[in-house]
């Protein structure tokens, strides 16, 4: 009873945090409300997200089965332990007897055919993500280029070439961004978590616990880089609009430019707007690995006390 206890506590302290991380989004300042106009691109594409859906929950389905054949060469091929009912009657089904060949054979075909299905299921996650992804994408620069044609030439003449050339081609992936983090990332970390959780109980509830509770760890982790992630980003885009904009006013000011030699300058310029981007780069790139790191810290804690304890029952 206590174990079950454990176990409800900590899913419920996992979407507890996924909430709150998804709330989180919606009350910066209230600027981020806003995003909720880039669901409908991503609503349009809903036959493209349905597939990829489908597509996570078998390619969870057959992650969580992957350990089954172990289990069955393991225990019952070579522990001589006795045969699960439900693969016995599989097996009478084909005409089979539960003998260690035949239990050997069957587990190493099953671990063949999980793995076709997993390559297959990814294939078609890739392709319906990439299809879907690409036409809101486009849908929402169409609609920002349409919006840009009939803002007045006063925004234009206050607003740099290359901050408008920006938005076009790289803020607009802000919508495939969205719709990563909002639904395609929580569906397949759910279905994950009570998928691969629900499995692991049935094998040791013990070990599952260890396994579960790395969960609302790497959530807490995710809501802590998320901001500086975010801010990083800003930074990065804003600097590399500096740096479109200056070679779009120079390379339309040429003849200016020919005029007063005003070559070495440039280059001189276009150096110091370089280093400013490389640097942006160079934050977005440690806050990254930083995020990386520490949820790889806690996979390799999670894992070494399952390895851990696992060995000790085993020896014991």
Not at 72 to 87: H, K, Q, R, T, W
Not at 112 to 137: E, F, H, P
């Amino acid at each position: 009873m206590y174990v079950k206890l454990v176990a409800v506590a900590l899913l419920i302290a996992t979407a507890g945090a996924l909430a709150s991380h998804v709330r989180s989004l919606f009350q910066e300042d209230g600027i981020s409300w806003r995003y909720a106009r880039l669901v409908r691109y991503s609503l349009r594409q809903w036959r493209g997200l349905s597939l990829v859906i489908v597509g996570t929950f078998g390619f969870v389905v057959t992650a969580a089965a992957q350990p089954w054949p172990l289990k069955v060469l393991v225990d019952n091929a070579i522990g001589g332990e006795a045969v699960p009912s439900a693969l016995r009657r599989i097996l009478d089904a084909f005409g089979a007897e539960p003998t260690p060949g035949v239990l050997v054979i069957s587990a190493g075909v099953v671990s063949v055919l999980l793995v076709a299905v997993n390559a297959l299921l990814n294939v078609m996650i890739q392709w319906g993500w990439t299809v879907a992804g690409q036409r809101m994408v486009y849908d929402l620069a169409g609609d920002l280029f349409h919006k840009l044609q009939r803002l007045s030439l006063l925004f234009h003449g206050r607003r740099e070439v290359g901050d408008s050339l920006s938005r076009l081609s790289g803020d607009t992936y802000a919508v495939y961004g969205l719709t990563d983090s909002l639904l395609i990332t929580p569906i397949h970390q759910m279905l994950t978590l009570a998928t691969v959780g629900y499995a692991a109980w049935l094998l040791d509830p013990q070990l599952a616990l260890i396994t579960m509770a790395a969960g609302p760890l790497m959530t807490l982790s995710s809501r802590y880089f998320g901001r500086q992630l975010k801010q990083r980003a800003r930074w990065n885009r804003e600097a590399r609009a500096r740096l479109l904009g200056f070679v779009h006013q120079t390379l339309t000011s040429m003849p200016i430019v020919h005029a007063y030699s005003a070559e070495e300058r440039n280059v001189t310029r276009f150096r110091a707007l370089s280093d400013d981007a490389v640097a942006s780069s160079q934050g977005g790139v440690i806050a990254t690995l930083g995020f990386s790191q520490v949820n790889g810290f806690i996979g390799t804690v999670g894992t070494a006390a399952v390895t851990y304890l696992g060995a000790v029952r085993v020896l014991d």
